[in-house]
């Protein structure tokens, strides 16, 4: 616990200080976990405790980075510096060896890499017009300003095992490098819709969000690496999760189902403004997945338990990942002739107390930031009698995203907090 808290004031004061913002904030640091203790443990803290940095007594360290004049470090002006270059080569080493480099340099999942050879890169590189040093993107969280160039995205691609026909696909997903995460555990949805789908063998169909195809797992993975490599995120020094999360191994990366949509329903591309013929990727960061277990039962229609289960989600955006067999029952049977209907739906009926939203801390977090400034509905929820009943969907029905995916076997689905972005075009990287 006390690592943790000194981890990431060491993080705020080196890599954040030095890359990014190039402010003399001091810090003190409080052991963790903060949220959800008693007061008393709070009161312990600041004034029994010491700070986890200096190890000064807590009153003492706060009082001194308040008071004390600015060092000679801390009266720094000009632009921050540039981010040490990594080398473009490594030394030739046997393959055993540079399986094991990898691993010491955290660039990997741990699982086996293919080697990134001049020669394969260069293979993959000749699927794209792009030129090799052109920037996708330039990361600069956690801290560096890092640019993602062509190459280096070339470079995860072959990691992972990707083939060339992937690689466009890939560079679109490289623009949301790196992957979400927090102290708790956040993880990525990959959605790709549009003609590439088939075109790289994609599975939209049955066991879509399993470990059965190769384009699914591959494109995913080259997420985690990138954002490992480029993105920086490494375990204890800039990311700090208790738990972690397995969907970070690839992602959730799936394909609509767009052929089995029921008439009416737009693919999720279209729904955010591009034309039917577009090959799009889109990334959702969210924490939670509810699966529904068991098939729908005529007696308590589908919508509704799925509005039971989004009660659970701690923020006011969701997608729903639901068979096509769900589809159609929710557009013949329950009259939802379009995904905007449903989610218009889940938005006027998902229901918690007051007592769950704020019971999360991400969610009062959130709302009490909000109220603070007096916003809507949130200075009014925040006074309200614990068991109130809410609605935290209210106003935001867009926030709330249906996704067709899966082989028509079984009338099941997820619930998720993923919030989807817009999206990006695969087209502009071949």
Not at 4 to 27: C, F, Q
Not at 112 to 121: C, D, K, S, Y
Not at 402 to 425: A, N, S
Request: charged letters at 15%; one cysteine or more.
């Amino acid at each position: 616990m006390a690592g943790a808290a000194s981890n990431i004031v060491k993080y705020a004061t080196g890599y954040d200080y030095l890359y990014l913002n190039g402010m003399p904030i001091r810090y003190v640091a409080f052991p963790f976990p903060v949220a959800g203790q008693p007061q008393s443990v709070h009161h312990q803290y600041i004034f029994e405790g010491t700070d986890r940095v200096s190890g000064k007594p807590m009153m003492k360290a706060i009082l001194d980075a308040l008071t004390q004049p600015l060092t000679e470090k801390e009266k720094y002006k000009g632009p921050a510096p540039e981010a040490k270059p990594q080398p473009r080569l490594l030394t030739p080493d046997t393959e055993e060896n540079l399986q094991r480099l990898f691993k010491d340099k955290d660039w990997t999942d741990y699982n086996p890499i293919i080697l990134p050879t001049e020669a394969r890169v260069a293979k993959m590189l000749a699927a794209t017009s792009h030129k090799p040093g052109e920037v996708v993107k330039t990361v600069n969280w956690p801290g560096g300003n890092r640019p993602l160039t062509v190459e280096r995205v070339a470079i995860c691609a072959v990691m992972a095992g990707a083939k060339p026909e992937y690689f466009p696909a890939i560079l679109a997903l490289a623009k949301s490098v790196p992957f979400g995460n927090s102290t708790s555990s956040m993880s990525n949805m990959i959605l790709v819709n549009g003609p590439v789908r088939n075109q790289i063998g994609m599975n939209s169909g049955t066991n879509a969000m399993g470990p059965h195809n190769e384009a699914n797992s591959v494109i995913g993975r080259v997420f985690t690496l990138m954002s490992k490599t480029v993105g920086g995120l490494h375990s204890g020094v800039t990311t700090w999760s208790s738990l972690g999360n397995t969907v970070q191994y690839n992602n959730l990366c799936i394909a609509e189902n767009e052929e089995s949509l029921p008439a009416g329903w737009k693919p999720f591309h279209v729904q955010m403004g591009f034309k039917p013929a577009d090959s799009v990727v889109t990334v959702g960061v969210g924490w939670t997945n509810i699966s529904s277990v068991g098939e729908v039962q005529r007696s308590y229609p589908a919508n509704m338990l799925m509005r039971d289960y989004m009660r659970s989600l701690a923020m006011s955006s969701a997608t729903i990942v639901m068979d096509p067999t769900v589809a159609a029952l929710l557009k013949d049977v329950q009259g939802f002739k379009t995904k905007e209907s449903l989610s218009q739906w889940f938005a006027n009926n998902v229901e918690k107390t007051v007592a769950s939203f704020l019971g999360n801390g991400v969610g009062s977090g959130m709302a009490m930031s909000f109220a603070t400034q007096g916003l809507e509905p949130y200075a009014t929820w925040v006074k309200l009698p614990p068991e109130t009943l809410i609605k935290p969907f209210s106003g935001n029905d867009k926030g709330i995203q249906i996704v067709v995916v899966g082989g028509k076997i079984q009338t099941t689905w997820f619930v998720t907090d993923y919030r989807l972005g817009r999206g990006e075009l695969v087209d502009e990287w071949r």
